[in-house]
């Protein structure tokens, strides 16, 4: 007998051809959350076996399933028993699976018989395993509406006999949906968006604004340890990070007072997508929702998009923000993400922001800046950081 874990892949079966594909990419994603593991993978029929090295060695099994819970394009992992297809074996697979639950009532036992050459059909199966249970465990009675438990067997070359089915989060594997760049703020938002986005297939790379010496190292080092967290889903990315102050101070001294954040947006979207293009990516990620702040209206969303000639991804703008809260709390960012440094957005706040930007107005204010040498030379400046 031998602990394994079976691993559920689903959305991806739906691809047709590309399914190859698709499923060679998440074996390759499995394979790098396990660098450090010893132990086999192999598929058949839309299922990924992991099993340990060999004979004689154990898996580490909840260690394993932690990591491959943040592999996108994995629907549900089940730690499992593997034993020879005879029932005896089954039995036993099914007596340890039960005698390792606490405090149950009832059960019922469900069947599946890949393998169809094996003599007993799947209700057969399950009857007499059940049976084998109720001889064994003398509290317990079967229960086919709502057990406690569920004893499940899959006959195949080899039977796999389990109770567990943990849920993960479906999704593509990265990197079969192309490349964003993602714009991180050091807040709760853009680590969701980024995450969201990156669940859906997408490699993610990443840029962020900071303004030294108002910003400092700590505020840095916050959206590292924000994209070190991203990185545990989507696998390795480069951060850019991008000196804003001179733009920040040139917007200050040339141009009205109340347009200052969106202005600042404008800058933040034209230099993303020009690193976004030299980086290969198709499409910018932000965390903007609709109406939560004044630089967020719709017709700020506008102005913003109007400098940009990509595709500008918001996952977050029909949320809520306690929705946006549970999301940051589920995928692990929310601890960091509210840590008290200073973004480069909070400096030289405008009292009274514009709500509702003209684009005129805005083009005629940025007029006054030379637009392509503070681009150009913040590009120059940019610090690449690699996470992995
Ligand atoms: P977040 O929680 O992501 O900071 P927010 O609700 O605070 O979002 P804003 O500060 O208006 O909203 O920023 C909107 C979006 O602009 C962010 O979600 C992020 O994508 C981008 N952004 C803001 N500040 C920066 C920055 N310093 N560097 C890179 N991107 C930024
Ligand atoms: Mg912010």
Redesign the pocket.
Known sequence: MQEVILVRYGEIILKGLNRPIFEQKLIKNIKIVLRNERYKIWRSQARIYIEPFDENEELNTSRLIEKLLKVFGIVSVSPALKVESNMDAIFQAAEKCMQRMHGLKTFKVESKRGDKSFPLTSPEISRDVGANILSKFKDLTVDVNSPDSVINVEVREYSYVYSEVIQAYGGMPTGTNGKAM??????????A?GWMIAKRGVELEA????SPPYTGPKAREKVVDLCKILSSYAGKLKLHIVP?TEIQVELRDKCPEEQLTILM?RF?MRISERIARESGCSAL?????LG??A??TMQSLVASDSVVNMPVFRPLIGMDKNEIIALARKIDTYET?ILPYE???TIFLPRRPETKPRLEKLELSEGHTDIERLISQAIQNTEIVEIV
Not at 285 to 289: A, D, K, M, P, Q
């Open positions: 993602l714009l991180v703020s050091g807040g709760i938002d853009s680590p968006a840029v962020h604004f900071f804003f947006r933040m990620i932000t965390g903007e929702n939560q702040v630089s967020q993400s973004d480069c957005c």
